[in-house]
Structure formats: structure tokens, C-alpha cells
């Protein structure tokens, strides 16, 4: 065997601790640099290369493969077509692309994680890949809400436009709601105020619960026995 494909066998292997590093690099460098003027394409390089990355995890499974691949086209086109000001369909498409492909990437995930015969730490990363990606999945369903209904949340006790919630910052505001609703804990500064966005938000909110009594439930079973 020769040194690139040690390479290539290693990197694979630990495909699932690459993904959730640049899920952590996406969620928090962008804050420390919000009024820079390169923050915007940064983060834009980081998120498509998180993308990338996330259709390489399953490159196991030929079948999910070729259907990541059709879905990363337009979520890749849509998110670099999106601008700051732009039409209100751009987002619209934008959202639309990025819950079709992290829902595609969360069941592969899922799928992998409850057929797992044995515990290791690939395994546990890829549990903390699937719990990130369904809040970035939900997040991107609120910022459609609250684009289509406009006043489906309040940020402070205010709407979007008299907290200054500008369209191109709602989805990192959702980021923050979505990891506050999935974990359970509810702060109380982003509401959900239609009965649309409150069903989304109850939802996510079940499902955080569902995490851990199915998927943490089951690698402690598994463990377990393996111990055993």
C-alpha cells in the first residue's frame, strides 16, 4: 500500500471528526468577525467546504451518494448566489436546498448510527454531526418561516424589522433559536409567535428528546455489550 492511500484510508476513517470541526468552525468563527468585509466570503468558502465534506462522509454507500451529489449542486449554486438585499425567492431557494441536503445527510447519519454494531469515537463523532446538522436543518426552516410570514418570530419582544433583524442575519439568529429549541432549553429572547413556527419549534424540540432516548440509548447498549 502506498502513502497516499494510507493517507486516504486514514482520512476516511476519520471522516465523521473532520465533518464536526467544520461544523464547529462555521458556527463559531463567524461571530468574532461579524463587522469585518471578509467575514462574508469566508464564511461562504467554510460553509461550501463544509458541504463538501458532509457528501464525502457518505461516499460509503454508493445509492446516497449519487443522490447527495444532485441535491449539493443547487445548494452549493443557492448559496453563493445569495446576497444581501437580495429577492425574497433567492432565499427562499437558498433554505429550500440546504433542508433537502442536511436532511439527506442527517438520515444517512441516523441510518448509520442505529446500525452501528460497535462504539467508537467515529461513531460518537458522527452522533454530535447528526445532533448539529438537525439544528442547522431546523434553523433554515424558521428563516423560511419568518420570510414568508414575516412576523412568525419576535427577537427581544420585537418583530424583525423593530428589533433590526436585517434578511441577511435571520438565518444566524434561527442558528441560535434552533440550538436553543433542539437542546430544550428555551431562553425566552426568540419566540415563536404564529402557530406555524410554534409547531415547527414544539417539533424540534421533541425530537432533541427523541435524540437522546433513541440514538445516546442506543450507543450505550451497544457499548455495552461490546463490553461485554
Not at 28 to 48: A, G, V
Not at 91 to 97: G, Q, R, V
Not at 175 to 194: A, I, K, Q, R
Amino acid at each position: 500500500m502506498t502513502i497516499a492511500d494510507t493517507g486516504k484510508n486514514l482520512l476516511f476513517r476519520h471522516r465523521f471528526a473532520g465533518l464536526f470541526a467544520l461544523l464547529f468552525c462555521v458556527l463559531l468563527i463567524p461571530p468574532y468577525f461579524e463587522d469585518t468585509t471578509w467575514i462574508e466570503s469566508f464564511w461562504r468558502w467554510l460553509f461550501t467546504l463544509m458541504l463538501f465534506w458532509a457528501l464525502y462522509t457518505v461516499s460509503g454507500s454508493r445509492r446516497v451518494l449519487m443522490l447527495a451529489v444532485i441535491v449539493l449542486i443547487p445548494t452549493v449554486g443557492s448559496t453563493w448566489l445569495a446576497e444581501p438585499g437580495q429577492e425574497k425567492y433567492l432565499a427562499y431557494l437558498d433554505n429550500i436546498t440546504n433542508i433537502l441536503y442536511f436532511g439527506l445527510i442527517c438520515a444517512f447519519l441516523g441510518q448509520y448510527i442505529l446500525t452501528t454494531q460497535r462504539v467508537t469515537l467515529e461513531v460518537i463523532f458522527a452522533a454530535m454531526c447528526l445532533y448539529m446538522m438537525l439544528a442547522i436543518l431546523w434553523a433554515a426552516i424558521y428563516t423560511n418561516l419568518e420570510l414568508y410570514y414575516q412576523n412568525a418570530f419576535t427577537f427581544r419582544g420585537e418583530f424583525a424589522e423593530q428589533a433590526g433583524v436585517l434578511q441577511e442575519s435571520i438565518f444566524r439568529n434561527m442558528m441560535y433559536f434552533s440550538f436553543v429549541t433542539l437542546s430544550t432549553l428555551g431562553y425566552g429572547d426568540v419566540l415563536p409567535v404564529h402557530q406555524v413556527s410554534q409547531s415547527w419549534a414544539a417539533m424540534e424540540a421533541m425530537i432533541g428528546q427523541f435524540f437522546i432516548a433513541t440514538i445516546i440509548a442506543r450507543l450505550v447498549s451497544v457499548y455495552t455489550v461490546d463490553e461485554e
